[in-house]
């Protein structure tokens, strides 16, 4: 089962992505909760793509029954309305803007308005770790522009997180931007899951992320998925969950 989170034209992308959720989530069985009170406060934020809204994800969070996360606070920010360049110019829901579709390997890249963006997810960043969760147990996780988003957010964030998690993703900066990355951002993990049918961003751009990482000093687990395009699988998010919870820290 596919939570298909682009259509076309491209300005209806997220229209698709709620009743899909929504679908999964009442299929769900709920678990016990036998471990809660070992873990700390967790903190999973989640970016999504071009054109869709932080309400329209929130069921994902219905979908990780583990009694691990039962103490995980999550958030769904929407994205600001924008001007988008591959869009001809249409103003949609957008993190930063994006010159073409598909995205390539070799995509321009508007690296001014990433790093205008990244500001904005490192205010939410701040305050919730200034409210008390420890670093280690905060997750950003993001789909194709989220994605990019959240490579971005993560490598330019002062403080080592618990991880990254880019879904379809692409790097939305130049190499250049290695030279950045603080010591305490280079030990937070990543992980990078991508179809390998995906048309909207390619999946040369995808694979692009782990030796970028690589040579930033940056772990990363790639994970392929044959004939899945440009959406999230439920496969995907079923493995995020395990991701996690290994990286989760407990209270004691």
């Known amino acids: 089962m596919k939570l298909m989170l682009f259509a ?4 209806l992308l997220g229209f698709a992505l709620s009743s899909t959720i929504l679908f999964l989530h009442f299929c769900q069985p709920n678990q016990p909760s ?8 967790s903190f ?8 869709d809204s932080g309400p329209a994800n ?12 039962r103490n995980t606070v999550w958030s769904f920010p929407s994205a600001p309305s924008n001007p988008v360049t591959c869009n001809y110019g249409a103003v949609m829901p957008s993190w930063f803007d994006i010159h073409e579709i598909p995205v390539t390997a070799d995509s321009p890249k508007d690296e001014s308005s990433v790093l205008k963006a990244v500001q904005d997810v490192h205010a939410m960043l ?7 969760t420890d670093p280690n147990n905060v997750f950003v ?8 988003l959240t490579l971005a957010s993560v490598l330019m964030y002062p403080k080592t997180l618990g991880g990254g998690a880019v879904f379809s993703g692409w790097i939305p900066f130049n190499s250049s931007i290695i030279e950045r990355i603080s010591p305490n951002a280079k030990r937070t993990p990543f992980l990078w899951s991508h179809g390998m049918d995906d048309r909207t961003v390619l999946f040369e751009a995808g694979q692009a992320g782990p030796p970028f990482l690589e040579k930033a000093g940056v772990s990363c687990e790639f994970k392929a998925y044959p004939s899945l395009g440009h959406s999230i699988s439920s496969e995907e998010l079923r493995y995020l969950e395990s991701w ?8 004691s």
């Open 34 to 41: 036998s471990k809660a009170d070992l873990m700390a406060r």
């Open 44 to 51: 999973v934020l989640w970016l999504h793509g071009l054109g």
């Open 126 to 132: 701040d305050k919730e770790i200034a409210a008390g």
């Open 58 to 69: 929130e069921p994902i969070k219905t979908l990780f029954n583990s009694t691990e996360f």
């Open 8 to 11: 076309k034209p491209l300005f």
């Open 244 to 251: 996690i919870k290994t990286r989760l820290q407990s209270s």
């Open 141 to 148: 996780c993001g789909f194709s522009q989220g994605g990019a």
